[in-house]
């Protein structure tokens, strides 16, 4: 399997390649040439395999340069119920990502299937775990070291930290932006005190800090110095990892082959659900993928209208359900590229207007960019949105009907879910975070905490370790080349 750039860059690397870094040398996202595809006979067998194995079938079809003994140590060590232990009542953490039908009723059947049940509560340790593992069995065999830079809105950063936290010959630079994030968000990375482990706060919002990110990815000599690699979701084998959920959602919610489901993704960055786009385009039988927002609607003003129009950082709101606070989805070039039938040229020409003029229009009207708006539904994309009050309303109501608490984001992705939802077709909503995680919502809405699993009663209190820096991408350089001596 060879990979390629959304943007046309030549090379033709190889997943161990591309397994430690972020963007290709020309700024674009790593793709493979083609996508593998599933056959009805491999779905059959998976149906009855564990979670680790799984992981390793579909991982070995886009990682076919590391040998499948070696695939298969790292899922077995990776996807194990002590690893996957936060779960609720009632659900089993040998499934690693159980389903829960919350409503059948009139044809119409509405599932969650539970991604939060990894050390950081959140859906980013399905991937991230797995990235650790991959990362330092790399490292290892070529006795190297990398530094990783990476931006958070939330949850990506814990779940990095917590992945990589005392690896060896990894050290971990995680931007965040500065009082963004909930307060367990944050005491959950800045409580940590490994030494491999650093923490920046940056004075602005997560695109500011994906901004640097990419920045210094583009700066190819200053990237091979620092040996810098990220843990982004631009970092393809994050994606990979997260294909797999969308297997094991499908799989678990149908008995045959000649059914299809439909998946609801709380989105942001767009990695989420691009990994089910990347599962659709294996062959998986999904119906729709439902894009849900919550009030920055960049992606839904999208899959609405066709223009794409990404907002400044003054109209970036700061809302209950943090980590969606995006209105520059990274991944989101990925599916540009395979609605534009591959055309690289204009992906490229497209993006480049974006960091120009602040967006595209490809909604075939008078001026336009383009009129890919019609092509659209056949990808199976649709979108919603939800805001604070939609939120609070979402949460009561399935506590209510339900006897669960979800948290913020997956509050939205319900509420889209339940207007999306048709006959005959389950929809399966990805549960983004316990809401432990964003409390101080929960309280508004139910009027009392939000239950904690063991080991985090107290994590508020605990001494928080981090640096406050502005959004100046060359103090950034120096600030991480004084850290590691390159």
């Known amino acids: 399997m060879q990979y390629a750039s959304t943007r046309g860059y030549a090379a033709r690397p190889n997943f161990s390649e591309i397994l430690l870094g972020g963007l290709a040398p020309d700024g674009g996202l790593y793709l493979p040439t083609s996508y593998p595809q599933v056959s009805g006979e491999e779905l059959n067998v998976w149906r009855t395999l564990s979670y680790a194995d799984l992981a390793l079938e579909v991982l070995k079809k886009f990682a076919t340069d ?3 003994a070696d695939l298969k140590a790292i899922t077995d060590k990776t996807y194990t119920a002590d690893v996957y232990r936060n779960v609720r009542t009632g659900e089993n953490a040998a ?11 009139d044809g119409r059947k509405l599932i969650l299937q539970a991604l939060s049940n990894g050390p950081t509560l959140a859906f980013k340790d399905m991937a991230m775990q797995l990235l650790g593992n991959l990362f330092e069995y790399t490292l290892a065999k070529h006795q190297a070291e990398l530094n990783i830079f990476g931006a958070t809105s939330g949850d990506t950063g814990s779940a990095a930290e917590y992945a990589m936290r005392g690896k060896q010959g990894i050290r971990v630079f995680m931007l965040s932006p500065h009082k963004k994030m909930s307060a ?8 940590l005190q490994d030494p491999n482990i650093i923490n920046i706060a940056v004075e ?8 640097m990110v990419k920045a210094v990815s583009n700066d190819l000599d200053y990237k091979a110095r620092q040996k810098i690699g990220t843990v982004n979701s631009i970092n393809w084998a994050r994606v990979v990892a997260q294909v797999v959920y969308y297997f094991r959602g499908y799989l678990s919610a149908t008995s045959s082959n000649d059914q299809k489901v439909s998946f609801t993704v709380p989105s942001g960055n767009f990695g989420n659900i691009c990994a089910g786009h990347i599962a659709r385009m294996m062959g998986l039988p999904i119906a729709k993928l439902v894009v849900a927002t919550n009030e920055n609607d960049v992606l839904d003003e ?6 794409y129009r990404v907002r400044k950082s003054a109209e970036t709101w700061h809302t209950t359900s943090p980590s969606m606070d995006i209105s520059k989805a990274s991944n989101f070039e990925r599916f540009i590229h395979d609605l ?6 204009r992906v490229a020409a497209l993006f480049r207007k974006v960091e120009t003029e602040g967006g595209f229009d490809l909604s075939g009207k008078p001026g336009s960019d383009g009129d890919e708006f019609n092509k659209i539904a056949r990808f199976g994309f649709e979108s919603g949105k939800s ?3 939609d939120r609070l309303t979402t949460i009561r109501q399935v506590e209510k009907k339900y006897g669960i608490t979800v948290d913020t984001h997956t509050a ?16 399966i909503v990805l549960e983004t975070a316990l809401p432990a995680k964003f409390n101080e919502t929960i309280q508004e809405a139910l009027g009392r905490d939000a239950e904690r699993p063991a080991g985090f009663e107290n994590i508020e209190a605990l001494p928080q370790r981090f640096e406050l820096m502005t959004a100046d991408v060359e103090k950034m350089k120096a600030f991480i080349a004084s850290h590691t001596g390159l």
């Open 95 to 105: 499934q690693i990502t159980p389903l829960r039908v919350l409503e059948e009723k």
């Open 66 to 68: 590391i040998p499948v």
């Open 412 to 427: 939205d992705g319900i509420k889209v879910a339940l207007e999306r939802i048709e006959q005959g077709v389950p929809m």
């Open 204 to 211: 602005g919002v997560f695109d500011d800090c994906q901004d």
């Open 184 to 191: 367990f968000q944050t005491a959950q990375m800045f409580s």
């Open 387 to 389: 805001v604070h009050a």
């Open 302 to 307: 999208f899959f609405r209208t066709g223009v």
């Open 340 to 345: 534009l039938d591959g055309d690289s040229a």
